[in-house]
């Protein structure tokens, strides 16, 4: 018995290790195994085998039917992972081959510069408001110290609609709707369309893009201002990024000042970009005038402010280095898609 | 503005600073240099050379050779230049050296060097040079003749520098001045800052009286009718006039202020405009009738020859200086016709007034007619500084022997100005600015600007040239500027702390632009105004609602003369642009404005709406639009019950394919393919689809709020339904009753066949639906679906549809 059991194992084992696909191993194991398998046939003849025999033969069947049990998963296993590995060795893909990606469309220049303005002066705690593109002379000049047959008017080359309604020159007007809200402190930045009746080329626009930012509160000071454009600079232009005021005029801050940042191109050395100046004027700012602190309401013995204004454009197109206007508003895809 | 730094220098002896540095620091406190020119930039190695022999060149018909002297030696030089003549002084550029450029007035950057060579096979040591190649021009010399050397005449040098002897060792600087400062607009004024910034002495010299015994008050008399307008009248009085070439060093001053010497007289009048930036005019005294001036306004069309011979039509807001019979002048614009001075004039009259800026703005305006002396008018001018002019200008005129000055001056000055008096408020200055300085420190830059501080009351008393001068910001400022902007401290504002956020409209447009662009669509920008065609182009009826549109009253022309009531001619303009330009699968959109008056003429603002429009063209069809449409209603919460209408029939749309979106039985935008024509219109050879939604009606209703529902425990049942109806009937229609009927049961209606065909017959069309069941607390059954079911068929058969089999 113990011979034959043997037999059967060492038989079995030999063509379980031979066999090289799974479908056979099924057959192996029914051989041997299953229902009228030949082992399951060694414990049909137990009934022949002496009683106090037969725990030992049942052990020693039990032992060879775990041994053909271990080494058929063993076989079972080592093939699956053999055809595992065939299979992945027939599914290597050229990962150089193009990409599909999904068509995701862009954001103009425009967008994208206002986005970074809002970013940072949003963070400082900034309303973003917005106010009329069509707007009344009052707002758009008188409000902002520009009497009828100020010099400044004409500068400005506004279009009219009448004698009352103009198209916005400047979102200064955006500053005197808030302080008329008579809501203090105020920090906002206006973003919005302005027009002035530029003929169109590469380097004028009859409409263009403004941000205006104004801030009012006891004790607002010029280097309140000074500190709070630095910021702006270093972030939208980078940490290295050094400004320098110069003093201006416009009629609606006093004093006044217009900005230059050291060029970021170069980094203040001079070159094609800020024409060996080292230096790029970005934008105009002051202390609010009392007498436009004062038409609206606001006591300026008790509150000053500042307030400054920057040309969207020119921001867009001196950081993208987009050099000719007309692009802005051509809206070609070859364009937009580069933002 | 330009000057040039001698003239400047007559007045701050003490100045001595590279062009550079003077940029810089002017800059700094406030009179921005735009830039400067060395006049001497390209010239090198020029000397006064006289030409001692002339001699034939033996190989060329159009050159000679000269033998020239040049102060410690003589050499050779071959010219081809036709007014050369033995005992000629002009520039000789010397082995080495430099000229500005060409005899043609061409200038080479750099500058063109000279070298010692072989004209034609006869050796030649330099050049001998014409205006031109010295970089000036017959416009600033003009005794410089047509073509050919310069005659330096017989009193240059010979040996000496030439560039110094024809004034061009100076720097000519640009300024931008600013509207405020009315007093810059002249030399003086520049010199006074330029003496601030420098701390250097400003030396203002005396003027020399003026005048011979007679008086002109005894000869002329002037009656200032229009006081409002002339708030003072200065006349003074020239006899035995001698028109003459002005002398060199007041030619060369012109020149580089970018102004063409003319005569002794105007350049006389010119030269105190520049430096005292008052303007004057003279009069040919012969042609004053009853010698007498009067100025007043002018007649309702009155019409009057300027000095440059045009008819101009007046109006009666407009100031004219007349005489005893007729007009002689449009007040601070331009003299007339019939005063002018000519060559024969014997006698003149010298005006120098102050007029009312506003009004001359007004007037230049209205006539069309800006000169260089109403430019200086407009800012409003100091009366006092018309006094000073007037009698440096006649100074000059002694001076320059151009005629003997009569005594006296006709002064009509009514109501003198008082002298500004402001206090003196030093801690209010330092407490605007954030700086802390000293009192002593104000009062010194102040003392340079001749703003006088008087200690017993604790004021500043302000000269009348300082009209910008009038509360405490504006002396801070001053402050300020002296102080150094630079030095002023960098802090960020104290205080109560606000909350950054973006306006809700605004945060709403920014998903619209997230929506956009996640489906494909780039963000495209165009103009508010556009051309009135684009209503016949976008085949709008006459009689439109469209049509009324706001006008601008000085447009840049008729394409861009109304503010657009409609964004679709814009997106297709812009599409138009991209497939002209062969670019394929075009998606734009656009969030800006239209502009709908509210009654035209617009008597108050119009309601400027956003809209948030698509366009496409390439690849997608309706309802890849309509999908873009929903994916927006989705993010900004308001999905769910928006409904679709075909019936309203847009002109410039596909009369098959367009619907209105309602949302909430309000129409809040419209979507559809573009009308064929309209594309043929914009020269579009593909299908376009386009959306349009009215912002302010979603930026009312938008909801970012979010709550969690849960998800949902129990099982699905699922129906699925065949109908067939009449093919007029909307899928929305028959969607509408199943949700109506379904009620909260009904988790989903989804189409999932649409079939037209004999099959099904003509006319006819064959729908399916599959809809899905669920409730939250528990597992439907098959009874609860079937009732339902019952009231979804019933509704369905309202539409005419019979249930498949």
Sequence with gaps: MKEKLQAIREKAIEKIKSCDN??????????????????????????????????????????????????????????????????????????????????????????????????????????????????????????????????????????????????????????????????????????GRVFRSDEVDATHSPSFHQVEGLVIDKNITFSDLKGTLAVFAKELFGEQTKVKFRPHHFPFTEPSAEMDVSCFKCGGKGCRFCKDSGWIEILGCGMVHPHVLEMSGIDPEEYTGFAFGIGLERIALLKYEIDDMRLLYENDIRFLNQF | MNTALSWIKSFVPDLDCTAQEYTDAMTLTGTKVEGFERLDEDLDKIVVGQVKKIDKHPDADKLVICQVDIGDRQIQIVTGAPNVYEGMKTPVCLDGGRVAGGHD??????????????????????????????????????????????????????????????????????????????????????????????????????????????????????????????????????????????????????????IRPINNIVDITNYVMEEYG???????????????????????????????????TLDSSMLMICDGEKAIGLAGIMGGENSKITDDVKTMLFEAACFDGANIRVSAKKVGLRTDASGKFEKGLDP??????????????????????????????????????????????????????????????????????????????????????????????????????????????????????????????????????????????????ESPKAFDKLLVPENSDLRQAIRILNPLGQDFSIMKTQALNGMLTSLATNYNRKNKNVRLYEIGNIYIPKALPLTELPDERTQFTLGMYGDGDFFTMKGVVEEFFEKVGLDGRITYDPEDKKPFLHPGRQADIIYDGVKVGYLGEVHPQVCENYNIGDR??????????????????????????????????????????????????????????????????????????????????????RAKDRTLSDTEIGEIMDKILAELTKLGAVLRQ
């Design chain 1, 22 to 191: 799974l479908d056979k191993l099924n057959e192996i194991r029914v051989a041997y195994l299953g229902k009228k398998g030949e082992l399951t046939e060694v414990l049909k003849g137990m009934k022949d085998v002496a009683a106090e025999e037969r725990p030992k033969v049942g052990a020693m069947v039990n032992d060879t039917r775990t041994a053909i049990e271990e080494k058929l998963e063993e076989i079972k296993n080592n093939l699956a992972n053999a055809a595992r590995e065939a299979k992945l060795k027939k599914e290597v893909i050229d990962v150089t081959l193009p990409a599909k990606r999904n068509i995701v469309g862009h954001s103009h220049p425009n967008t994208v510069a206002l986005e970074e303005v809002e970013r940072i002066f949003v963070g400082m705690g900034y309303e973003v408001v917005e106010g009329p593109e069509v707007e009344y002379d009052y707002y758009n000049f008188e409000a902002l110290n520009i009497p009828a047959n100020h010099p400044a008017k004409d500068e400005q080359d506004t279009f009219y609609i009448n004698s009352n309604i103009v198209l916005r020159t400047q979102t200064s007007s955006t500053q005197v709707h808030e302080m008329e809200k008579g809501r203090i402190p105020i920090r906002m930045i206006a973003p």
């Design chain 2, 105 to 258: 007035g061409s200038r080479t950057p750099g500058g063109i060097k000279i070298k010692k060579g072989k004209l034609r096979g006869i050796d030649s040591e330099g050049m001998m040079c014409s205006i031109e190649e010295l970089g000036s021009s017959r416009d600033y010399y003009p005794d410089a003749p047509e073509s050919g050397l310069y005659d330096m005449g017989k009193d240059a040098v010979v040996g000496s520098d030439a560039i110094e002897a024809l004034g061009l060792h100076d720097v000519v600087f640009e300024y931008e001045i600013t509207s405020n400062r009315v007093d810059c607009y002249s030399i003086i004024g520049i010199a006074r800052e330029a003496a601030a910034t420098f701390r250097k002495d400003f030396v203002l010299p005396d003027i020399k009286p003026t005048g011979n015994d007679e008086n002109v008050n005894d000869m002329v008399s002037v009656d200032v009718e229009a006081g409002d307008l002339c708030k003072r009248y200065c006349a003074r009085m020239v006899k035995n006039i001698k028109l003459a070439p002005s002398p060199e060093w007041m030619q060369r001053r012109l020149a580089a202020s970018g």
């Design chain 2, 278 to 312: 008052q303007p004057m005019h003279a009069y040919d005294y012969d042609t004053i009738a009853g010698h007498k001036i009067v100025v007043r306004r002018a007649a309702d069309k009155e019409v009057f020859c300027t000095l440059d011979g045009q008819d101009r």
């Design chain 2, 384 to 529: 006092y500084n018309a006094e000073a002019a007037i009698n440096r200008a006649c100074e000059l005129i002694e001076e320059l022997g151009a005629g003997e000055v009569v005594g006296g001056m006709v002064d009509v000055f009514p109501v003198k100005p008082e002298e500004k008096v402001l206090p003196f408020e030093p801690d209010k200055y330092n407490k605007l600015l954030g700086t802390d300085v000293s009192s002593d420190d104000m009062l010194k830059y102040f003392g340079k600007l001749e703003i006088r501080y008087n200690e017993s009351d604790n004021t500043l008393r302000i000269p009348s040239f300082r009209q910008d001068l009038l509360r405490t910001c504006d002396m801070a400022e001053e402050v300020a500027r002296f102080y150094g902007y630079d030095k002023i401290p960098v802090t960020l504002p104290s205080g109560e702390s606000t909350s950054g956020k973006l306006s809700f409209k605004l945060r709403v447009e920014s998903v619209a632009r997230e929506v956009a662009q996640f489906c494909g669509f780039s963000q495209s920008m165009n103009y508010s105004f």
């Design chain 2, 688 to 773: 376009v689809y386009y959306a349009d939604i009215d912002m302010p009606y979603i930026v009312e209703h938008a909801c970012f709020d979010k709550k969690y529902e849960g998800i949902a425990k129990f099982p699905t049942s699922t129906r699925d339904i065949s109908l067939v109806v009449d093919k007029q009937v909307l899928i929305g229609t028959m969607e509408n009753a199943i949700i109506k009927k379904g009620g909260k049961l009904l988790e989903s209606c989804e189409l999932f066949d649409i079939y037209e065909g004999e099959q099904v017959g003509a006319g006819k069309k064959s729908v399916a639906f599959s809809l899905v069941f």
